[in-house]
């Protein structure tokens, strides 16, 4: 059975690697220096939880907001 799952990426401003967690997986989350090593990573860890049985999603991603303050 094929899942698929939202990841959340962000770029660490000091080191210029790509972070990424997947929004109510415990545990799923990863580094690299590119979006293909990042995806890579991402699949390999949640492909380890989904074979652990550890898997429990707690949450279910719905969106982003732009929140504008002055």
Same mark, same amino acid.
């Given at each position: 059975? %094929? %899942?698929?799952?939202?990841?959340?990426?962000? %770029? @660490?401003? @000091?080191?210029?690697?790509?972070?990424? !967690? #997947?929004?109510? #997986?415990?545990?799923?989350?990863? =580094?690299?220096?590119? /979006?293909?090593?990042?995806?890579?990573?991402?699949?390999? #860890?949640?492909?380890?939880? /989904? =074979? @652990?049985? @550890?898997?429990?999603?707690?949450?279910? !991603? #719905?969106?982003? =907001?732009?929140?504008?303050?002055?």
């Amino acid at each position: 059975m %094929r %899942r698929t799952f939202t990841a959340v990426i962000e %770029r @660490d401003t @000091d080191t210029g690697y790509y972070v990424a !967690f #997947v929004p109510g #997986v415990p545990g799923a989350h990863t =580094q690299a220096e590119s /979006l293909d090593e990042l995806n890579a990573n991402l699949k390999e #860890v949640v492909e380890m939880l /989904l =074979q @652990d049985g @550890d898997l429990k999603v707690e949450a279910e !991603f #719905v969106g982003t =907001q732009l929140v504008e303050v002055s």
